[in-house]
């Protein structure tokens, strides 16, 4: 079976700093993209960050120069560090894998940024 999981989620005061990590078990994690998406009440899942297997990395302006997304293929481990954290930011964040059609998703983790 294929598990996702995320971690590192919690509470921060604004400009502050978490650091989320993906782990997957179960697949060939070096050839599968990986995707953080952020999600609040009432609103769409939106995309946040994506790092390809061959490293290439995209981001949604609004947290250009603020998150950082990378990958540990020997750790089947993806992070997103997210510094200046804004209030804005608050939302739960999913790690979406993602290989051809076949796609995993986590369940989630709250990150909670007060002014």
């Known amino acids: 079976d294929v598990q996702v999981e995320e971690a590192g989620g919690g509470s921060v005061q604004a400009g502050g700093s978490l650091r989320l990590s993906c782990v997957a078990s179960?697949?060939?994690?070096?050839?599968?993209?990986i995707t953080w998406f952020r999600q609040t009440p009432g609103k769409e899942r939106e995309f946040v960050a994506s790092?390809?297997?061959?490293?290439?990395?995209y981001y949604h302006d609004s947290v250009k120069g603020r998150f950082t997304i990378g990958r540990e293929n020997a750790k089947n481990k993806a992070y997103l560090q997210m510094d200046n954290l804004k209030p804005e930011d608050t939302a739960v964040y999913y790690c979406?894998?993602?290989?051809?059609?076949?796609?995993?998703w986590g369940r989630g983790t709250q990150v909670t940024v007060s002014r």
């Open positions: 979406n894998i993602r290989l051809s059609s076949d796609q995993f």
């Open positions: 179960g697949v060939t994690f070096n050839r599968y993209g």
């Open positions: 790092i390809y297997a061959s490293g290439t990395t």
